[in-house]
DNA sequence: GAAATGCTTCGGCCGTCACCGTAACATTTT
DNA sequence: AAAATGTTACGGTGACGGCCGAAGCATTTC
């Protein structure tokens, strides 16, 4: 098998309607049945256990049976990095259905949502604006006061296998804003943490998030925004 | 059309084996015509038309009609970074082709290789050893000796549209020997001047390239690789 | 103006694949 | 053991799309 072969069978496992949105609903990380899966693409059981066998021989996704349900993840992070670097494309092509001017702070968070390894355009905006962390289109970096910050929410990201020097994160531009995310491993951990701390909750049933009282006072706070 | 909906159209788009070997030939950023790229992806020149016109709706390239002749190229930076990450995952899947034992470095040198944007992993590990840039999975960066390497070769990053502050650099894993390439905005310059100063030249209707004597004299002395 | 070159459009053929209904299998619950 | 639930396997149908040959435009060359 060739490479271009190769790479043709990967884009095609994830150009179907019904796998595109599978994948979709996939982005964020958690793990799914495929009855899950088959509803949000709209499409019956059985057709979504072929697409599923498909994806999952092309190596985008991983299954972990457990019991009598069988839960299916993104297989790796590169998978993860190749979907948003499509959608970055989709979103480039079909221009803005939302338009770019950015509404208030805490409008957009309370429209927060969350997909793989990412967080809020509004905590990336906030730190650049103290200084914290540094963006520029091809990467960004935690700058020392940054680094204290993380520590202080009880993150130490040495600990998280970074090796020792400069701490790098990887910058994704928003699908719907237009606007740097904050990816790559201090992104998920910093989502993490969110989660942990009871600052966010995730809606029952979709992708999206909700900010409790508490994370709305701790972002107030500690970031300065929602004010 | 709903956002899922754009994303398959794009997968799919860069998912059928001809088109597939038609972008990869795209990768090194040149322009080409309709037949070269029949003939790379081996149909005959009205099947390609077919396909050139659906990518170029797709939005993954663009066309430039010049005289008789209508030379096709990458629409954006970002769909050339999509491509080279659905080859990742290809590459993750289908794997090693080429064992993961890197050779001695000036054989390295002599295979050598571009895709957009990139520059060899042989001058990324020179760099990395002498300091120069330091790379993490997801981001790099590149020091004040980098800068200064940088600037001796002529390479003038903020003129480059690099804002003040730090310089960032995005790594790319190589598909074949699977180590960081340098990309981005420093990779591409760097490129560039590689070929502006007769150190690498193309090889004639390949994606290889092949570094002239001048060139390999340069690379010893300004990198140490090549020896 | 006529011939040549590069490219696109049209029409028809054929394979691939998404989809569902039915049915079988596996695991858990009663 | 029997029923319920989650999942996969099979067979048939229909549509989308890739492929080429032939023909039509556009641009350049003679």
Known sequence: ???????????????????????????????LTASELARVAG???????????????AGLIAVEKQGRHRYHR???????????????????????????FVGPRDAAMRAARTC??????????????????????????V????????????IDLEARGKRKGRLLCRPCLDWSERRPHLAGAVGAALCTHCFDAGWIKRVEGTRAVKVTTKGERNFREIFGIGG
Do not use: C, W
Request: charged content about 20%.
């Open 143 to 154: 700058t020392d006061s940054g680094v204290a910050l993380l520590q202080r929410l009880g």
């Open 43 to 57: 499409i019956t059981p059985q057709t979504a256990s072929g697409h599923l066998a498909r994806l999952t021989v």
């Open 74 to 100: 993104l297989a790796t992070p590169a998978v993860a990095r190749m979907l948003e670097s499509i959608m970055q494309v989709a979103a480039d092509a079909e221009p803005p259905r939302i338009k770019a």
């Open 1 to 31: 098998m060739t490479r271009t072969a190769v790479f043709a069978e990967i884009a095609t496992a994830a150009g179907d309607p019904a796998r595109a949105g599978m994948l979709n609903a996939l982005m964020d990380g958690r793990a």
């Open 116 to 141: 793989y390894d990412h967080l809020g355009v509004a905590l990336a905006d906030a730190m650049v604006a103290r200084g914290q962390i540094e963006l520029a289109p091809d990467a960004g970096i």
